[in-house]
């Protein structure tokens, strides 16, 4: 898979946190990547909410702040709650209380789902590669940190982060 700014990233909660909360880390990257151009931001309106709470509960203004100007500034597709079939086809690789994360994710076309939750969604990476499902799970991170593929066919994302218009 070729990693451009047509890569479409999923952030879950966790993700839209960290990078509200840090500058310094891989979700505050991507974020800012996306609000450049560099990569197409998914989330779901569940999501937004779990974050929004998360931090105007557990975190400083300027994080509030922070978040809201990510959801202002990047060119969100929000997916739909999905429905009662989408998740059950996919209740069987996460808790019920995250099934709705990896079916939004799945269902709206995502090609990577940007999470820090190692309990739920990240132990569910390797069942979901098994299962061949259209995505891959990892913390943002490791998705800045993807090598170029042996095969050539996986672009490195700091060459695609090189080519975003940063002025």
């Known amino acids: ?30 974020l800012e990547a996306c609000q450049r151009g560099g990569f197409a931001a998914q989330s779901s309106f569940l999501v937004i909410l779990e974050a929004l709470h998360a931090v105007r509960e557990n975190l400083p203004r300027q994080s509030l702040n922070r978040l ?15 429905r009662e079939e989408d998740l059950q086809k996919y209740s069987s690789f996460v808790q019920a209380k995250d099934v709705h994360v990896l079916a939004a994710a799945v269902e709206g076309g995502s090609e990577f789902l940007l999470t820090l939750d190692r309990r739920h969604l990240l132990a569910a990476a390797e069942a979901v590669e098994a299962a061949h499902l259209p995505i891959r799970i ?3 991170g490791d998705f800045i940190h993807l090598p170029e ?19």
């Open 138 to 140: 990892l913390r943002p």
């Open 68 to 82: 809201r100007d990510y959801l202002a500034g990047i060119d969100w597709r929000i997916l739909p709650v999905p």
């Open 1 to 30: 898979m070729k990693i451009s700014c047509q890569t479409t990233l999923f952030f879950d909660a966790s993700a839209l946190v960290a990078g509200s909360h840090s500058r310094e880390g891989g979700s505050a990257l991507l």
């Open 149 to 167: 593929s042996s095969s050539g066919t996986t672009a490195s994302v700091r060459t695609t982060w090189d080519q975003v218009d940063t002025s």
